[in-house]
């Protein structure tokens, strides 16, 4: 397999080659990994500080309905040794 690596601007949904690699045949086949910058690739504008708030709240409500897995408190889960250090 051959790699080339390059960088390109999509338009309408394509990426074209560049130049050098244009006369593969049609029916070339590839494999093709896209990279793209964390800024580019956000899928919905930003959320406004009323959204964060409720999408907070929301997970915070999922996670109060779970049932209790371990009813010991953090203290006990943690243990401590004679010094009083985590052990």
């Given at each position: 397999?051959?790699?080339?690596?390059?960088?390109?601007?999509l338009?309408?949904?394509?990426?074209?080659?560049?130049?050098?690699?244009?006369?593969?045949?049609?029916d070339?086949?590839?494999?093709?990994?896209v990279?793209?910058?964390?800024?580019?690739?956000?899928?919905?504008?930003?959320?406004?500080?009323?959204?964060?708030?409720?999408?907070?709240?929301?997970?915070s409500?999922?996670?109060?309905?779970?049932?209790?897995?371990?009813?010991?408190g953090?203290?006990?889960?943690?243990?401590?040794?004679a010094?009083?250090?985590?052990?």
């Open positions: 397999m051959h790699a080339i690596e390059f960088e390109a601007h338009k309408d949904g394509v990426i074209r080659l560049p130049a050098s690699y244009r006369h593969w045949r049609e070339h086949s590839v494999k093709v990994i990279l793209a910058d964390d800024d580019e690739t956000r899928q919905s504008p930003p959320l406004n500080a009323n959204q964060r708030l409720s999408a907070i709240l929301e997970v409500r999922r996670c109060g309905a779970y049932s209790e897995l371990d009813p010991r953090a203290d006990e889960i943690i243990g401590y040794d010094n009083g250090l985590p052990s």
